[in-house]
Structure formats: structure tokens, C-alpha cells
């Protein structure tokens, strides 16, 4: 956004800033700030937000809250993708055995999910400008948000097959909750959604073009806001129905019977076949299977396995069983040859381990949800063990 970008002057990766209202009450404003990055999250920016975003929730004057990104191109592209990468080749050459000895991916992912959760369990209404790139790590940030505003040049994905991971920060969660199959197709092919599919999917709730960002900011400050925050969230959504609109239907909405069809039943061997035999001259359904052919096998099979084992369970309990997957895909899976292949090297041609689906088993990949905490020491365990909960009675 040109205003985003004008005003992120300084060199700091989240920029906060609390801008006064008419009647008084203020407006808490997180810009996160690394263009050149696409916004990625780092560890020192989750920790940035989550230390304000607690003392915002604890603030009385604080009304409401806006998370966007600096830059025209991406409100967040995803997470620290190098500092992991180089976290797991130092971890690996040390020879440590324990999943837990990875500093840096134990304390990213922790942060990570806990400030994802704590977006979902806001206290207050959460103004999320999903512009541009929105992909892994920054659909972690904005699907827990109360109003999630798309745009014409948003694009959503969740491609963690592509650098052998899966669906996180909630995937498992996100996708089991999007109409029929279609969550499905997303974990395995990675493919992106336009701002339609995005609200039918259930990850976004508002399509504003982008010429409006400026007005909405502006009525932002001019709302007499109060201390009810389900009724300064109404007030919140009359503003934003007043520059919303109806998006072009896209094509994951234009495919849904097809991706039923295709992905329907719980034998992932036949669900990747169909997807592959799928016949249709469709651009978009092309790169979906060109994702899959070319993806790790084993985050397809992670991928299938956590959303099957999710359903059922609590928003929290889902953070807490994608928290001890991530930590072994970061200690043996596929998660380093994939970033190598794809930032690192940049030979797009990744080694992976396992080399089929059919070597990527059930068996294999129980191997991923082994804890290594007894009973309560979790890193996770507080969580979701206070009176908050999902403001949409999703958990």
C-alpha cells in the first residue's frame, strides 16, 4: 500500500504506532515491515507482536487493532524460511538427536503458534488487510483475525509442500473447515486463491478494492468506539459494508464438484492419482498438479494425516500437535532439502526423503506425532487453558 510504504521509514520489522480517535479511544496499528522480504515473519517480529498485541488486548483505551504489512507487493509471503534453513543444517551436523535441541526452530514455531492463537482469542476486533501475497505464515496471522479484508490483487496459498512442510500455523484446523474437499485439494497442491476464494474458504470476510484503504482508515478514526467489543465489532463491519463489494468467483469455486469428486474418500494413494488424471485444460488446475507431481511426498502424507487426526479437536490442541510435527520435520523430514532446492541453491530440484508416496506411509509418518514431553510440559500447554476462545465458535 502507498500509504503503508510512505510511512515505513524506519529501519524496525514491525512498526506500532496508536492513533487517537474522535471520541478519545484509540486505534492499535502493527505495520509489519520488511518489504524487501515480502513481510516475512521472523522470530524477533513474532515476538514484537505478541508482546504488543498482549499489552494492547490489557489496555483499556485501546478499542481495536489493524495488522497490515508495509510495501505493495505482500501482507506477509510467510515465515523465516533461511533462518530455519540454517537452524537445521547446524542442528544436523551437531548430530543432536533430540528434537528439542534446535533453538531456533523450537522458539520459532512456539512463537509462532502462540501469537497465531492469541489473534484468534483477541479480545478485541482485529482489522486485517490481507493485500497482496498472503501465504504460510501470514495466513497464520490473518485467519485468526475477527475481520479479514481481501483485495483485487490478494493472493492466498498455503505451498508448504513445495519446501517439504505442511500446512501449519492451523492449517490442519483451517482447511478441515473449508466447504467440501477443497481443503484437501489446498494441503496437497498448494494453489492459490483470489479474494472469492478466499471468503469461501473461509479465510477472508470482506473484498475491498484497494483504492479504499485510505477511506477505511480514515472512518476508522471517526467511529465513536465504546467498551463492548462485540459491539465496536459491529461497528467495525458497518464500515467496512460500506466499501465491500461482491469478487469474481474463482476458480476453486468454478471446480468444487470436480475437487469433490477427485478428493473424496480416505485412501490419499487414489486421491493423488485423481488429482494427476484430472483432464480439464485449466491453468490453474494445471499448476495445482504440476505442484503436487513436483512437491515433497512425505508433507503430502504429514498433510493428510494431520487433518484426518485435527477434526474433532480444539484450535489449541491442533497448535499443539502441529508444534511437535514441525519440530521433527525440522530435526529429519524433508523441510531443509526443500528450502535448499527452492532459496538456498535455487537448483529447484530437491532430493526428498521419502521419493514416493508409497514409501511415504502411515507408518512413516507416526513417527512425526511422538511428543517428547511428559504430561503438562509441552511448550504449548497454557495455551487455550484460560477463558478465551475462538471468537467464532470454531475450537
Not at 484468534?120 to 490473518?142: A, D, E, Q, R, S
Amino acid at each position: 500500500m502507498n500509504d503503508v510504504a510512505a510511512s515505513a521509514v524506519v529501519e524496525v520489522p514491525v512498526l506500532f504506532e496508536e492513533r487517537v480517535t474522535a471520541n478519545g479511544r484509540r486505534i492499535g496499528v502493527a505495520t509489519l515491515n520488511v518489504p524487501k522480504t515480502l513481510n516475512g515473519l521472523s522470530l524477533d517480529m513474532a515476538r514484537l507482536l505478541d508482546a504488543r498485541l498482549e499489552a494492547w488486548a490489557a489496555d483499556d483505551r485501546v478499542a481495536m487493532i489493524v495488522l497490515q504489512g508495509a510495501g505493495e507487493k505482500a501482507f506477509c509471503a510467510g515465515g523465516d524460511l533461511h533462518g530455519l534453513y540454517h537452524s537445521m543444517v547446524e542442528y544436523r551436523a551437531s548430530g543432536h538427536a533430540d528434537i528439542r535441541e534446535n533453538d531456533y526452530a523450537r522458539d520459532f514455531f512456539a512463537t509462532e503458534y502462540r501469537l497465531d492463537y492469541r489473534i484468534h482469542t483477541f479480545p478485541k476486533p482485529v482489522l486485517c488487510w490481507g493485500h497482496g501475497i498472503v501465504m504460510g505464515g501470514g495466513i497464520g496471522l490473518m485467519a485468526g483475525a475477527s475481520h479479514r479484508v481481501v483485495t483485487e490483487r490478494s493472493r492466498l496459498a498455503m505451498p508448504e509442500i513445495t519446501v517439504g512442510l505442511y500446512p501449519d500455523v492451523g492449517g490442519s484446523w483451517l482447511l478441515d473447515r473449508v466447504p467440501g474437499h477443497a481443503g484437501l485439494f489446498l494441503a496437497l497442491t498448494g494453489a492459490p486463491l483470489n479474494a472469492s476464494d478466499a471468503i469461501y474458504a473461509g479465510l477472508a470476510d470482506h473484498y475491498v478494492q484497494e483504492v479504499h484503504f485510505r477511506s477505511i482508515h480514515d472512518g476508522l478514526s471517526e467511529i465513536a468506539w465504546g467498551d463492548d467489543a462485540n459491539a465496536n465489532a459491529a461497528l467495525l463491519t458497518s464500515l467496512l459494508r460500506l466499501h465491500s463489494e461482491a469478487a469474481v468467483e474463482g476458480p476453486l469455486q468454478r471446480h468444487s464438484a470436480l475437487i469433490d469428486e477427485v478428493c473424496g474418500g480416505d485412501d490419499l494413494d487414489r486421491i493423488v492419482a485423481a488429482i494427476a488424471a484430472i483432464g480439464i485444460d485449466d491453468p490453474w488446475l494445471d499448476m495445482a498438479k504440476q505442484t503436487l507431481a513436483a512437491g515433497a511426498p512425505g508433507s503430502a502424507r504429514l498433510a493428510f494425516e494431520l487433518r484426518r487426526r485435527a477434526r474433532g479437536m480444539s484450535l489449541a490442541d491442533v497448535f499443539r500437535m502441529e508444534y511437535v510435527v514441525s519440530l521433527h520435520c525440522a530435526a529429519r523430514g524433508d523441510f531443509a532439502e526443500g528450502i535448499r532446492a527452492l532459496l538456498i541453491d535455487k537448483d529447484r530440484t530437491p532430493r526428498w526423503q521419502p521419493m514416493t508416496l508409497g514409501e511415504a506411509t502411515v507408518g512413516w509418518a507416526d513417527g512425526f506425532f511422538v511428543a517428547p514431553w511428559r504430561e503438562g510440559e509441552h511448550p504449548l500447554a497454557r495455551v487455550g487453558t484460560g477463558t478465551d476462545t475462538d471468537r467464532r465458535s470454531r475450537v
